[in-house]
């Protein structure tokens, strides 16, 4: 078996973190990582900061659910039962708890940047995966909130944080669709 699809059979979402402290080095080796996706017109149009002071993952956390419960207010219908079910709210603790905060940007000026940083953490995440770690992809209801509250480089926005570290608690993988069911062979 391809050593990737392992990775990819193991790694899952997780939301719970432990408190056991995470080598900056592994952090830094998933970012490489990441910057050897490819990207639209080879622009590499993603930047990263690492945030680990408790004050600024507070900062982001409170500035998130700000933006959440606004989401969350508006939400009805198949959508709200199903955030219901997965007992998804507004409340993203996860985003003070995990030891490590990566903060993942997409340059606003080149093509494909959203698709090309998405590539990019994908990498990411399985490097992060190979390394022990683990991660949710989280995207902020309204990112303008958060970049309030931290540096964004110029000429980039937010485009997603990565919480990081090890999970703190036992957490299934979400059931995946058959490989025959994702594709159509034309012959």
């Known amino acids: 078996m391809l050593r990737t699809l392992e990775l990819a059979h193991r790694r899952k979402t997780v939301r719970r ?16 990582v990441a910057g050897e996706a490819p990207s639209g017109a080879n622009y590499q149009g993603w930047r990263f900061s690492i945030i680990l002071n408790p004050n600024i993952k507070r900062t982001i956390r409170e500035a998130s659910e700000e933006g959440e419960k606004a989401f969350y207010g508006k939400v009805s219908g198949d959508w709200k039962e ?17 030891p490590v905060l990566l903060v993942v940007f997409a340059r606003n000026d080149v ?22 770690l683990a991660t949710v992809t989280y995207t902020p209801s309204d990112t303008r909130l958060v ?7 110029e000429g980039y926005r937010l485009e997603a944080i990565l919480p990081i570290g090890r999970s703190g608690g036992d ?13 159509k062979i034309y012959r």
């Not at 199903?82 to 995990?98: F, I, M, R, T, V």
């Not at 994908?122 to 390394?131: F, K, Q, R, T």
């Not at 970049?147 to 480089?153: C, M, R």
């Open 17 to 32: 973190f432990s408190q056991e402290p995470v080598d900056l080095n592994k952090i830094m080796q998933a970012v490489e």
């Open 82 to 98: 199903w955030l219901n079910d997965k007992k998804l709210s507004h409340s993203k603790p996860y985003l003070e708890n995990a």
């Open 111 to 132: 093509p494909y940047s959203t698709e090309s940083v998405w590539l990019a953490i994908g990498y990411m995440l399985l490097a992060l995966e190979e390394l022990g």
């Open 147 to 153: 970049e309030n509250v931290i540096e964004v480089p």
């Open 171 to 183: 957490t299934s993988k979400q059931p995946r669709e058959s490989v025959d069911s994702l594709v």
